[in-house]
C-alpha cells in the first residue's frame, strides 16, 4: 500500500457512505423502490477487500453497491440502476440487488442467500480449465454459511483445488437473526476448516481488509487450491430499508459503531500517511459533489422503453456475454 492508494481507498469508503445516505434518502421520497440494502459500516470490508482483489471476477450478494463502485462501476450508473433508469448498471432493469458488469469482471448482485458461490465455483472452474491466472473471489454474508451451497461451493473447490477466495462478511446477523441462534458457534471459517486455510481479519480496519485479501489472492493464484477468509464487522443500519433495527439495543449499536471504519482510517491517514487536513477535506467534497452528481443523473435519466422487458431474458444468438 502507498499513500495515493491510502486516499484512493478513503475516497471511496467516504463516497460509499453518503452514496448509501443518498439511496436511503431517495428511497424515502419514492424515486427508489424495491429492496435496499445499504451498506453502511462494513465500508472497510466492501473497499479493501475488492480494492485488493485487482485481478479475476468478483461475485458478491445484495448489499453490493460500494463494492461495485470499488471495482470501478460509475456512482451515477449505480444510482440510476437503483432508481431504475435505462442509464443504470442493469439497464434499469435490475434495481439494486443486480448491479452486474462484466466488463469490469463483476457478476453480482445476487438476491438468493448463497446464490452467489455456486456461480463462482463455475468460474473458477473455467479459469483453472483455461489455465488463466486470475482467480475468482466470493463475498457473501455469515447467514450464507448455513445454506447447502455453501457447503457444496467448499467441497468442489476444494477437490478440484479451485482458485476461489471465499470471503465472509460476518456482521452477525441474517436480517434479525443473531448468530448465536443460528450457529453453534461465532467464527464460521470453523466450517471451512476442513477443506481449506482459512484467516481472520477485523473487517472494521480496511488496511488489515487490503493486507489479508491480498495475500489471500496471491495463495490462491498460485494454484494450491481455494482459501478461506472471515472479516468481522457490522452493519449500521437495518437488514434493509424496511427493517427498523429494532432488535439491536442502543448499547449494541453504541459498540459497534465506536469501531467506526472511516473514522478510524481518517486518523491513520493523518498519523501514517501524513496527510494534511486539506488533503482529506478535498477528497470528501470531491466524494460528496460525485453523490450530488449521481442522484441528478438518475432523476434526469428516462425510464426504460416497455419492449425493454424482452430483452436480455434468453441468450440471444451473437450476445458477447463474456469478454
Ligand atoms: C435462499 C434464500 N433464503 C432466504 C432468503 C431471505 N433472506 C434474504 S437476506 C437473508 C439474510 C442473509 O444474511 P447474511 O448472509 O448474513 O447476509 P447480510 O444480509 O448480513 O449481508 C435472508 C434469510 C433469500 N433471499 N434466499
Known sequence: ???????????????????????KENYMKGNISGFLHLDIGQEALSVGAVKAFEKGDIFSGYREHIMAMSRGLEPKAVMA??????????????????????????????????GQLPNAVGCAYARAFLEQDEGVMAIFGDGATNGGAFFESLNIAATHKLPLLFLCENNEYAIGTNIGRTAPFKEQAKKAEPYMPTYEVDGMDVEAVYKVVSEARKQIESGHGPVFVEAFTCRYEGHSISDANSYRSAQEMAHCKARDPIQRFKKALHEKWLCTEQEIQNIETKAQKAVENAVKYAEESPEPEADALFEHVFYEEGENVVS
Open 81 to 114: 440502476e437503483l432508481f431504475g433508469k435505462v442509464t443504470g448498471v442493469s439497464g434499469g432493469k435490475g434495481g439494486s440487488m443486480h448491479l452486474f458488469e462484466p466488463s469490469h469482471y463483476f457478476y453480482g448482485g445476487d438476491a438468493i442467500v448463497g
Open 1 to 23: 500500500m502507498n499513500k495515493l492508494l491510502a486516499q484512493e481507498m478513503y475516497y471511496l469508503m467516504v463516497l460509499g457512505r453518503a452514496f448509501e445516505y443518498a439511496a
